[in-house]
């Protein structure tokens, strides 16, 4: 059974106008400037083989962002927000804030505290004694060294100069040597 053709696009003055100062604006992101010339050949008759071809895209695109002009038009939204990406939940949080204050505040803590006979507290050792202390039910070691990176959390430094703080002797001695010359 052939397929029927999809009816063209009517676009209206005003958004056809403003599709085509899209695609000719400099600073339009690619993906945008793609979409509205899917669009503008929606618009001309083209079917979505040879919108495909003559963009170089997949025939999958070309109905997908037909299919969504359609759908968002009824909605009355502005041309630029018809050519956005489609908002995205991802996925839901693993872990409350609270969970994560509180293996932010273990962090913090110098690890003999919890019985570690450590210096200074490694990412799967925060890990480990996260499950320990029942704050979380199992988390990666990965993911306790980027929410480490994420707050800007450094548990593996206990000082944060190169250079210790300067002795009042020196002090002395500096004060000394800017008067002499």
Avoid at 58 to 79: D, F, G, I, T, Y
Wanted: with cysteine.
């Amino acid at each position: 059974m052939p397929r029927l053709a999809p009816k063209p696009l009517q676009l209206a003055e005003p958004e056809r106008e403003q599709l085509w100062q899209i695609v000719n604006r400099h600073r339009t992101p690619q993906q945008i400037a793609l979409r509205a010339r899917i669009i503008l050949l929606a618009d001309e008759g083209y079917n979505h083989r040879e919108i495909a071809r003559a963009l170089n895209i997949s025939r999958e695109m070309a109905s997908l962002w037909r299919h969504r002009w359609l759908e968002l038009s009824v909605k009355n939204l502005e041309v630029v927000q018809r050519l956005a990406d489609a908002e995205r939940l991802g996925g839901p949080m693993t872990f409350s804030l609270e969970q994560i204050l509180q293996l932010f505040a273990l962090a913090c803590e110098k690890p003999e505290i919890s019985g570690r006979p450590l210096s200074h507290w490694s990412a799967r050792e925060l890990a480990d004694e996260a499950v320990k202390q029942g704050i979380v039910t199992s988390i990666s070691p990965r993911h306790v060294g980027r929410l480490m990176a994420e707050a800007d959390l450094k548990p593996h430094q206990s000082q944060y100069w190169l250079n210790p703080p300067p002795t009042h002797s020196l002090m002395k001695k500096s004060k000394t040597s800017v008067r002499s010359t």
